[in-house]
């Protein structure tokens, strides 16, 4: 069995190991590639301050781009007694590169390995959920625009109130989507600061060029100070893990407008067949359950900022192996999160709508606002209007206008669909996602 970076004349309980490692050397297969991206800057900038020759810098990038084609090829596994994956690349170095490979760990800890590490999969995984979110609202969009014409009872208190539209309605959850674009470029400038060569949190004696490391990942800038570069692990998390949340709510609350519109109660969309399913004795069923389980996963995401609290929001400064739980609950977010998004743009995409759902009388008392509105606009005091429309709807006497005529910003015949697209695109195009790409693409094929 290997032994442990830290490890000196004891050996350690088998049952104590299994407890302290716990999910890590599964998770840590999310982290390998951004270990080896990691290294290879970290290793560049050692050669530069003279703690490596140009002849081990070569040796060492050599074998950690041979390293990251394992992990391309889902060939790099982390061996049984080896920690995590910081120790793994370590020893696999080692055991090629003799003293070279020993070499790669001055001036960082491990501390800051996962530091930048958790960095650099976050900001990848922001990269492709702000991908995924843009694919969700153009289908929103272009249904919005598809439907712009169709009439949609709008509700409030889940009662009949006044008229919406399909183009509202779809838009509504594309500019929700927008806001939520607010939230992931706070995170991801957040994220996108690099904390290598805090080291355990208070630095290091050795003279480390942290604008080197910094330039060469394609970070804006650095966690300037050391100790809150530590500081941050669990913070930064968190507050990523509101902006996912935001996301999270926008797709659970258009899951449960999906489904209640779906019903036969309601009738006023129909989803892709292929997104329902049956009842094993009721043979009529067409259940919704895509939207049902995106729901209940979306509901669970927006739990994450709160988990990610309890573990972290009583810790003093400094590390605390307590961290290491939140990886449980952090990394696979992003995954569950693109699954969502990619189910929910299949069924926009595909989703069918009611245009006759003006012919069912029990929602000619919607347009009652028209009415007094237009009674207003001819003279009458609103309030007179108001009342005169109330009595004839309780008399019986009510007979809708059903033609709608609203022009204001925002409104069914003013979509504005054109703003809430240029508002998306700068929050999307100033993250600048190129940069990241490039610099991680230069370290891997120097």
Same mark, same amino acid.
Do not use: W
């Given at each position: 069995m290997a032994k442990k970076l830290w490890e000196k004349s004891i050996d350690v309980n088998p049952?104590?190991?299994?407890?302290?490692?716990?999910?890590?050397?599964?998770?840590?297969? /999310?982290?390998?590639?951004?270990?080896?991206?990691?290294?290879?800057?970290?290793?560049?900038?050692?050669k530069s301050i003279g703690m490596l020759t140009a002849e081990e810098m070569e040796e060492l990038h050599k074998e950690l781009r041979n390293i990251h084609a394992t992990v391309e090829n889902g060939e790099f596994f982390i061996e049984e007694g080896v920690e995590d994956v910081h120790s793994q690349v370590e020893l696999m170095l080692t055991r090629k590169l003799g003293d070279t490979g020993k070499k790669i760990h001055s001036g960082r800890s491990r501390n800051d390995q996962v530091l930048v590490d958790l960095k650099l999969f976050t900001r990848n995984g922001l990269q492709e959920i702000c991908?995924?979110?843009?694919?969700?609202?153009?289908?929103?969009?272009?249904?919005s625009e598809r439907h712009k014409d169709v009439i949609l009872p709008g509700y409030t208190h889940l009662q009949v109130a006044m008229p919406s539209s399909f183009g509202l309605w779809f838009g509504a959850y594309a500019?929700? #989507?927008?806001?939520?674009? /607010?939230?992931?470029? $706070?995170?991801?400038?957040?994220?996108?600061?690099n904390? #290598?060569?805090?080291?355990?949190?208070?630095?290091?004696?050795?003279?480390?060029?942290?604008?080197? =490391? =910094?330039?060469?990942?394609? +970070?804006?800038?650095?966690?300037?100070?050391?100790?809150?570069?530590?500081?941050?692990?669990?913070? @930064? &998390?968190?507050?990523? $893990?509101?902006?996912?949340?935001?996301? $999270?709510?926008? #797709?659970?609350?258009?899951? +449960?407008?999906? @489904?209640?519109?779906?019903?036969?109660? +309601?009738?006023?969309?129909?989803?892709?067949?292929? @997104?329902?399913?049956?009842?094993?004795?009721?043979?009529?069923?067409k259940n919704p359950d895509v939207f049902e389980l995106l729901r209940a996963r979306c509901n669970r995401l927006q739990a994450l900022p709160t988990d990610i609290t309890l573990i972290m929001n009583n810790l003093p400064s400094g590390y605390f192996r307590d961290l290491q739980i939140i990886k449980e609950l952090f990394l696979p977010a992003f995954t569950s999160l693109k699954e969502c998004l990619a189910m929910a743009t299949y069924i926009i995409d595909r989703i069918e709508v009611n245009r006759n759902i003006l012919d069912d009388s029990r929602y000619d008392a919607m347009f009652s606002v028209e009415e007094v509105n237009r009674l207003a606009t001819d003279g009458m005091p609103f309030r007179d209007a108001y009342k005169k429309v109330g009595l004839d709807i309780e008399a019986g006497r009510f007979t809708p206008c059903k033609e709608i005529h609203h =022009?204001? &910003?925002?409104?069914?015949?003013?979509? @504005?669909?054109?703003?809430?697209? &240029?508002?998306?695109?700068? =929050?999307?195009?100033?993250?600048?996602?190129?940069?990241?790409?490039? $610099? &991680?693409?230069?370290?891997?094929?120097?």
């Open positions: 049952e104590i190991e299994r407890f302290t490692v716990g999910r890590d050397r599964e998770l840590d297969l /999310l982290l390998a590639r951004y270990d080896i991206i990691g290294s290879i800057a970290h290793s560049t900038m050692l991908e995924d979110v843009m694919e969700l609202f153009h289908a929103l969009i272009k249904q500019e929700s #989507l927008a806001d939520d674009m /607010l939230f992931l470029q $706070a995170a991801y400038r957040m994220c996108n600061r904390p #290598l060569g805090s080291a355990a949190g208070y630095g290091s004696s050795f003279p480390l060029d942290r604008t080197m =490391t =910094t330039e060469l990942l394609g +970070f804006d800038s650095m966690n300037y100070n050391v100790v809150y570069a530590q500081m941050g692990r669990g913070k @930064c &998390e968190r507050n990523i $893990a509101f902006a996912l949340a935001s996301v $999270a709510g926008t #797709l659970s609350k258009l899951a +449960f407008d999906a @489904c209640m519109f779906n019903s036969q109660n +309601f009738g006023f969309v129909k989803l892709p067949a292929e @997104c329902t399913t049956g009842s094993s004795i009721m043979p009529h069923k =022009t204001h &910003e925002g409104s069914i015949g003013n979509l @504005c669909n054109d703003k809430i697209e &240029e508002f998306m695109q700068g =929050t999307y195009d100033s993250m600048d996602f190129g940069k990241a790409r490039d $610099a &991680e693409a230069a370290l891997l094929n120097r």
